[in-house]
């Protein structure tokens, strides 16, 4: 099985900025993503990392260390609509998805 | 509009009935997945298919069966519903099993 852990609950002030880890154990690895939900809705992509290094995707950037099984999501310029849960999910041998429980971030004006 | 739909939008249940949750995606994608999701334990893979005519079981199968006669649907059953099935329930659909999946917008289960 999988072991996929990141914070429950992050919280922080419009405008900053807000980095979620996701660390990881895994019967082999085919990439790690990380998708958005709002509360009551399904679950959509925001990215894709499978080599080590730094995707960025406009104010959302996604870093990955394969050595390390660690990952995180950069939030920059936060927007009140940020306010969502984010879900590390990694990719194992098979080609299926294991999701960590989620990290709820709440944005503050 | 392409996408994933899934009926009903949520449901409430005697325990021991059988139920079936409906998912159809329109963007000819070979794999689906259904997932379940359960505050504190995040989204769990209940049964998936990376083609027409075969499926496979996730981490939480038990209780759940699944059947892919075409592309574009992907039914879950459950056969005697106990209260432990009470929950989320997301269908998903890939291109093939290495792309991003594409999540329908769930059914609400509750099981009494």
């Known amino acids: 099985g999988q072991n996929i852990d990141q914070p429950t609950e992050m919280t922080a002030t419009e405008g900053a900025i807000v980095q979620i880890n996701c660390t990881y154990q895994t019967s082999g690895f085919n990439g790690l993503f990380w998708y958005q939900q709002h509360a009551g809705e399904a679950p959509t992509f925001l990215s894709y990392?499978?080599?080590?290094g730094l995707e960025e995707k406009g104010r959302f950037s996604s870093f990955l260390s394969r050595s390390k099984g660690y990952s995180y999501l950069l939030l920059k310029e936060l927007q009140m609509k940020d306010s969502a849960s984010y879900l590390c999910a990694v990719r194992d041998g098979d080609y299926k998805l294991s999701f960590g429980a989620g990290t709820t971030v709440t944005v503050r004006a | 509009i392409a996408g994933i739909t899934q009926a009903p939008t949520s449901q409430i249940l005697a325990a021991g009935r059988r139920m079936t949750l409906r998912c159809t995606q329109d963007?000819?994608?070979?794999?689906m997945y259904w997932y379940r999701q359960d505050l504190g334990l995040g989204l769990r893979l209940i049964h998936y298919?990376?083609?027409?005519?075969?499926?496979g079981k996730g981490e939480v199968p038990d209780g759940y069966s699944v059947s892919r006669a075409n592309t574009d649907d992907f039914p879950l059953t459950l056969a005697s519903a106990v209260p432990s099935q009470t929950s989320v329930y997301f269908c998903?659909?890939?291109?093939?099993?290495?792309?991003?999946?594409?999540f329908g917008p769930g059914t609400r289960l509750t099981v009494l």
């Open positions: 990392n499978v080599l080590d």
């Open positions: 963007m000819r994608h070979n794999a």
């Open positions: 298919s990376n083609t027409a005519g075969t499926t």
């Open positions: 998903a659909s890939s291109r093939g099993a290495a792309d991003e999946q594409f």
